[in-house]
């Protein structure tokens, strides 16, 4: 069983930069595929970005690509993710999670094993 843990989430004036931290327990962490995911009011969850297990490969969706990265530390089990240059329709409750299978990078939230609580990010216009 892994457990995440989201931190780093607030309330962000538009154009500024949050980083989000996502901490993982369990002692196969470097070998999970990890991905950001986000949910606003009333929409659906979506995929932000992720970083594949197996070699690091990256994948950002389309809305936050040159804004957004996402970044692994092994040896401190955890995922980040910097966002620059923050728009009002990136607020959403940002959620962590893992997906077992380390040769996948997906974009579906099916394919996911775990998840993180969620952390709000709230950006002022």
């Known amino acids: 069983q892994v457990q995440l843990v989201e931190s780093g989430g607030g309330l962000v004036q538009v154009g500024g930069s949050l980083q989000l931290s996502c901490a993982a327990s369990?002692?196969?962490?470097?070998?999970?595929?990890m991905g950001w995911f986000r949910q606003a009011p009333g929409k659906e969850r979506e995929f932000v970005a992720g970083?594949?297990?197996?070699?690091?490969?990256?994948s950002y969706a389309l809305s936050v690509k040159g804004r957004f990265t996402i970044s692994r530390d092994n040896a401190k089990n955890t995922v980040y993710l910097q966002m620059n240059s923050l728009k009002p329709e990136d607020t959403a409750v940002y959620y962590c999670?893992?997906?077992?299978?380390?040769?996948?990078?997906?974009?579906?939230?099916?394919?996911?094993?775990?998840w993180g609580q969620g952390t709000q990010v709230t950006i002022s216009s």
């Open positions: 369990g002692r196969t962490f470097s070998t999970y595929t």
């Open positions: 970083v594949r297990g197996s070699d690091g490969m990256t």
């Open positions: 999670a893992a997906d077992r299978t380390a040769s996948i990078l997906s974009a579906s939230s099916r394919q996911y094993d775990y």
